[in-house]
């Protein structure tokens, strides 16, 4: 069993850092800036690639596509993450979230961790931050759709919530709910949909060190329509399984349902590891468009993840595990 920690210890950063994906302030601070003057746009989303309209700085060739295999991490603008959204509790166009979301409560705001653990809490949101190592990460965002972007979150793992509440032997998985508040989320009066918005993941896919609760970008709090204000990023998974504005986390013994698995199961599966191999039903993921780049570039086993997260599939078909 890992050690368990309690909130108010810190964990010692050998154990949440790893090297590759951890950057100090300076050198963060730096990419920023250096971002912050690269016109890009990305997208992510659930439908037919290409479907969306993308702005024309976009669509400019611009360098041409890096060579296979490549990890480089040119930061998507500020400007395109905080407009260019999915999170259709706000309507279902790129532009919508940030059009609507505006109204969005976000504080109090509180998080029921709850189910199969010895400790249930309910945390207001201040008391995550000032609990949990806050750090910085950078990660690629594959979206199912073939877009990709590269962003700066800030947040803690998700590790150490759920050490706080100390999971039974019985827990296999994590549920996350988002917020249900049809006055201030438009898009909930659309019916097509079985809202809440609802992800999972398997404990040790919740556990691992790269997977984070987000409550920032860029330095800054998060916005309303990038999930304010606690989302989760898991950097090797299609990017529809990181679920915004979360008010609910279940321990539980089952596989959860998850909205995307529930409306499409064949096209959406509960693992939605990023697979070049895997094709989505109508569409191939073999390459993706980096926004801001000319051209497509290969997609890579979980996103470029492979090396620190490939051991949690071991022995798995990923094809029939999509
Ligand atoms: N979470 C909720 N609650 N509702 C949503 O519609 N969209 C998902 C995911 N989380 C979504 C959500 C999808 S499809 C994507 S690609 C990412 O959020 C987009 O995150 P971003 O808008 O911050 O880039």
Not at 109 to 121: A, K, S
Not at 169 to 190: D, S
Not at 262 to 270: D, I, K, L, S
């Amino acid at each position: 069993m890992p050690k368990t920690y309690q909130p108010s210890e810190k964990i010692p950063s050998s154990e949440i850092t790893p090297e590759k994906h951890y950057y100090t302030r300076r050198q963060f601070i730096k990419l920023a800036a250096a971002a912050a003057a690269t016109a890009a746009l990305a997208a992510c989303g659930v439908r037919p690639p290409e479907s969306d309209p993308l702005p024309s700085s976009s669509q400019a060739p611009s360098a041409s596509p890096p060579p296979a295999g490549d990890l480089s991490q040119e930061l998507t603008s500020y400007e395109d993450v905080t407009t260019f959204n999915n999170f259709y509790e706000f309507g279902l166009d790129k532009g919508d979230p940030a059009k609507n979301a505006g109204q969005l409560k976000t504080s109090p705001w509180t998080v029921e961790v709850y189910g199969l653990v010895n400790r249930p809490r309910t945390f207001a949101f201040e008391d995550l931050l000032s609990s949990y190592t806050q750090e910085e990460r950078i990660y690629r965002m594959r979206c199912v759709e073939g877009w990709s972007m590269v962003i700066p979150w800030q947040g803690f793992t998700l590790s150490q919530l759920l050490k706080a509440v100390e999971p039974t032997a019985e827990a296999k998985y994590v549920r996350f709910e988002t917020l249900y508040r049809p006055e201030e989320m438009p898009g909930l009066n659309y019916n097509g949909f079985p809202w809440p918005y609802q992800e999972g993941l398997r404990l040790d896919e919740a556990m691992h060190n790269l997977t984070i609760l987000s409550t920032g970008l860029y330095g800054k709090t998060l916005l309303p329509q990038n999930g304010a204000p606690l989302r989760l990023v898991v950097p090797w998974k299609y990017g529809f399984k990181s679920i915004k504005s979360i008010v609910k986390i279940e321990l539980v013994a089952e596989q959860p349902a998850t909205l995307w698995n529930t409306t499409a199961p064949r096209e959406y599966g509960f693992y939605s590891n990023v697979n070049p191999d895997v094709p989505h039903p109508r569409w191939s993921q073999a390459s993706e468009r980096r926004i801001g780049e000319g051209g497509r570039r290969p997609t890579l086993l979980f996103n470029g993840y492979e090396k620190e997260v490939a051991g949690l599939y071991a022995g798995m078909d990923l094809r029939s595990n999509y």
